[in-house]
């Protein structure tokens, strides 16, 4: 059984930095490609950010290119989301993810992720 434990969410103010972690257990975690998703209330879950199992390839959403850096350190079996210049409307859940496959080229959507976590709650205040 996988599992996905996130942590360092919190309240921030614009223009502040957070720095997600994701701890991983159950399978080889060096195996498979990581994403990190985010939900704002009545919105739909999104893709923020995903990694290849190497953590050679890297993939972001354009609303947190250059904003936003995923890393992963397949040592401690933990993936970590380095959110700098953070804005409001970057309030939302944020939920690790990992994928059935080991590349991030086109793994966008929800459905391409088995494993969830049960996600940390991010609030940016104007």
């Known amino acids: 059984q996988v599992q996905l434990v996130e942590s360092g969410g919190g309240l921030v103010q614009a223009g502040g930095s957070l720095r997600l972690s994701c701890a991983a257990s159950?399978?080889?975690?060096?195996?498979?490609?990581m994403g990190w998703f985010r939900q704002a209330p009545g919105k739909e879950r999104e893709f923020a950010a995903g990694?290849?199992?190497?953590?050679?390839?890297?993939d972001y959403a354009d609303s947190v290119k250059g904003r936003f850096t995923i890393s992963r350190d397949n040592a401690k079996n933990t993936v970590y989301l380095q959110m700098n210049s953070l804005k409001p409307e970057d309030t939302a859940v944020y939920y690790c993810?990992?994928?059935?496959?080991?590349?991030?080229?086109?793994?966008?959507?929800?459905?391409?992720?088995?494993?969830w976590g049960q996600g940390t709650q991010v609030t940016v205040s104007s």
């Open positions: 159950g399978r080889t975690f060096s195996s498979y490609a």
């Open positions: 990694i290849s199992s190497t953590g050679r390839n890297t």
């Open positions: 993810a990992q994928s059935a496959r080991s590349y991030i080229y086109n793994q966008r959507e929800v459905t391409a992720y088995n494993y």
